[in-house]
């Protein structure tokens, strides 16, 4: 795709939140003067990013991905184009961050069957990313993977992770067996120089392995090799994706909140979380963009909950953030959107083209209920129930808003990504938090060490073995 201007422009997202404001929603919604109330707060937050931006102390170099990755996206691509020629398969081994990202572009931008697609028609292999330690799941995975056939992706910047480590033990040891040299199977996405990947490497004599630098997170790092690497070797246009990318920071430049969609986001889910809406729902009207919420939440709510904050005052902050999918939860959830308690802001993903429209036949002429249908397409059909639903949200005083993509592609999906990572960072300051660390994951993973008889957590095992359960609470 050529970007020109006129292009670029016809693509670019946009944000519609007339549904959260009083003027629709009386007093269920946010005043004018409440946002101007809050402009210094926004000011700051908005300044506070722009000056730490590609600070890897303070892991904010995810803000840079967009533009210090030449060499090592023409290297990716190369690795994608061998993996393409030698493979049938490729798997993702890895887990939230490393995960999340992988699944949201390929499920966006690839075919919504595409390993049932025959080979011809695929751009890549078969394509799974394994996020779990289900021992079903990694069983009935190896029952229709071949792994003298499969290129294996494992992400993890520690290195440690039980999940990721148990996956990599087990798909080595099934390499061995069957006579492969693990080191041609395997590709590493993880720390420069620490962690357990890296001493694997040497062991195995050097493998080939991408790095993901200090400064970027796992749930700040799409844009990086953990995500870019495996969008490369599904055929996406990971070069379009990062434009993307860095067209959204640029238009998210301004502290105005009238010209910087992220802050006027960020704003307004923070004015939210102050007045009671512990909940954030995301809801795409697409199934190309249903795993942009399991992403996205993993971002929000691991950056946002927090029990302290900067200055070390207690606090305990964050939304929860609920995934939905339109129009399938219209049938589900929307009945508690819209007659429930008041803790919800909606967030709709809207899309201007669908990939297909895919014309409704004519039919049933003698049943009005269903002939009406006819002549339309799913498109408008789609459309259609989208403003149905947000229009009957605002009549019932719920407050929501719209993103909208004008098509679902790499240069759309690099803006919204980039929209949601500087909301957060912004949201992030202005809640005063740290945004970018995550002390009550960690906690849980240096629990499972100990139960696992992990050397070094032999006190914390005894604390955890003396965790009995009380009998008189047990049914
Ligand atoms: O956002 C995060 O930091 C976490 O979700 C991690 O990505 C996740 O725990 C996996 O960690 P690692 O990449 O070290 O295996």
Redesign the pocket.
């Known amino acids: 795709m050529r970007l020109t201007e006129e292009l670029k422009k016809s693509l670019t997202l946009h944000v519609d939140y007339t549904n959260m404001t009083d003027k629709y929603l009386g007093d269920k919604g946010i005043s004018q003067k409440e946002i101007e109330s809050h402009k210094k707060t926004a000011k700051e937050a908005h300044a506070y990013v722009a000056q730490n931006r590609g600070k890897d102390e303070l892991f904010m170099g995810w803000t840079e991905l967009p533009y210090n990755q030449d060499e090592i996206v023409n290297d990716i691509i190369q690795t994608a184009k061998n993996v393409r020629k030698k493979f049938e398969y490729f798997v993702v081994l890895?887990?939230?961050?490393?995960?999340l990202g992988p699944i949201m572009a390929f499920n966006a931008l690839c075919h919504l069957h595409y390993n049932d697609l025959p080979r011809s028609k695929r751009k890549g292999p078969k394509f799974y990313v394994e996020d779990n330690v289900d021992p079903v799941r990694m069983k009935e995975l190896l029952d229709v993977i071949d792994v003298k056939k499969t290129c294996f992706n494992v992400?993890?910047?520690?290195?440690?992770?039980s999940?990721?480590m148990t996956q990599y033990l087990i798909i080595a040891d099934l390499l061995k067996a069957a006579g492969e040299n693990v080191k041609d199977h395997v590709i590493f996405t993880?720390d420069a120089k620490r962690?357990n990947l890296v001493k694997i490497s040497a062991e195995l004599g050097g493998v080939k392995s991408y790095v993901?630098t200090d400064g970027v997170?796992?749930?700040?790092?799409q844009l990086s090799p953990v995500g870019l690497l495996p969008a490369a070797v599904l055929g996406i246009d990971i070069k379009l994706l990062l434009k993307g990318a860095a067209h959204m920071d640029k238009l998210c430049k301004s502290a105005d909140l009238k010209k910087n969609p992220a802050l006027i986001c960020a704003l307004l889910q923070f004015i939210g979380m102050k007045n009671g809406k512990n909940i954030g729902v995301l809801m795409p009207y697409s199934d190309n963009l249903k795993y942009v919420s399991d992403w996205y939440a993993?971002l929000w709510a691991?950056s946002l909950g927090k029990n302290v904050t900067l200055s070390g005052k207690p606090c305990n902050v964050g939304q929860t953030p609920v995934k939905a999918l339109g129009v399938t939860d219209q049938h589900s959830q929307v009945q508690l959107y819209t007659e429930g308690p008041y803790d919800k802001i909606v967030t709709f993903l809207s899309v201007e083209r669908y990939k297909e429209p895919f014309p409704i036949p004519h039919g049933c002429e003698d049943i009005p209920d269903v002939s009406f249908l006819g002549g339309h397409t799913m498109e408008e059909l789609i459309q259609a129930e989208n403003k149905a639903t947000a229009y009957a949200l605002t009549k019932a005083g719920r407050q929501n808003y719209t993103i909208t993509l004008p098509e679902v592609n790499e240069f759309t999906l690099g803006q919204l990504l980039f929209l949601f990572e500087l909301q957060t960072a912004y949201a992030g300051a202005m809640l005063n938090i740290d945004t970018f660390n995550?002390p009550g994951?960690e906690a849980g993973?240096k629990a499972t060490f100990a139960l696992l008889g992990k050397p070094g957590y032999a006190e914390q095992k005894k604390e955890l073995d003396n965790a009995a359960s009380d009998a008189e609470y047990i049914v």
């Not at 890895?94 to 995960?99: E, Q, Y």
């Not at 997170?217 to 790092?221: A, H």
């Open positions: 890895g887990i939230g961050g490393s995960a992400i993890s910047k520690s290195g440690a992770t999940e990721t993880t962690g993901l997170g796992g749930r700040f790092s993993q691991e995550q994951v993973k």
